[in-house]
């Protein structure tokens, strides 16, 4: 999802969280808002808490992916 946005003259600050990435970018493509929240909320989850992800949150994470490609495909 980083490198798509950098690709179009989008590229995360190295000062901005994920989530303020995040909130930037998708002023560009709304329509691909709730599965990147998502994805993102499970990025956080796996990178910055001691919460171990489960087999269920992966599948999710790629599910959400998967979709968040299809709706900036669109764009």
Known sequence: ???????????RLAAETPRE??????????????????LTHLFEVARFS??????????????AAAEVQRRMAVQ
Do not use: N
């Open 21 to 38: 990435f995040l909130d930037r970018a998708l002023r560009t493509v709304p329509a691909a808002a709730v599965p990147a929240l998502r």
């Open 1 to 11: 999802m980083i490198g798509w946005f950098a690709r179009r003259q989008l590229p």
């Open 50 to 63: 001691q919460h171990p992800l489960r087999s269920e949150d992966a599948e999710e994470a790629q599910a």
